[in-house]
């Protein structure tokens, strides 16, 4: 839809509504695969609270406070997480300043490819 209309007649036109609410639509996907078959994962919607984790599990493991071995742990899937997330971002941001909603393409046909041709995870086939 974005690629379709851009660039918006203004923020009220019916393709950029169109474009927020198919925008939302996909959130909503996303949270509900992380909420079901992808639980076995850190949450990829609350990037926010899992940022927080890691400096509060950073700080813990400096201080040597509560169980380290879970902390390391916990930080062990966290950290790429936010790393990819953090790169994603910036990847997005220079993707749409260089070539606009065109950068779109490339996050889409990852995810459809790790969606057709990706392998269950470890925990969902035992």
Not at 2 to 16: C, T, V
Not at 19 to 47: D, E, I, S, Y
Not at 68 to 95: D, Q, Y
């Amino acid at each position: 839809m974005a690629l379709a209309s851009a660039p918006f007649d203004g923020r009220e036109s019916p393709a950029a509504i169109a474009t927020g609410l198919l925008a939302a639509a996909a959130m909503g996907v996303q949270n509900t695969a992380a909420r079901t078959f992808l639980n076995g994962l850190p949450p990829t919607t609350v990037m926010t609270g899992n940022l927080m984790q890691i400096i509060v599990d950073v700080v813990d493991l400096l201080h040597g406070h509560g169980d380290l071995h879970a902390k390391r742990e916990r930080l062990s899937k966290l950290v790429p997480l936010m790393l990819a997330f953090g790169a994603g971002a910036l990847l997005g941001a220079v993707g749409y300043v260089v070539i606009g909603f065109l950068a779109l393409v490339a996050p889409i046909a990852a995810a459809a490819a790790l969606g057709l041709l990706g392998r269950p995870h470890p925990a969902a086939v035992a």
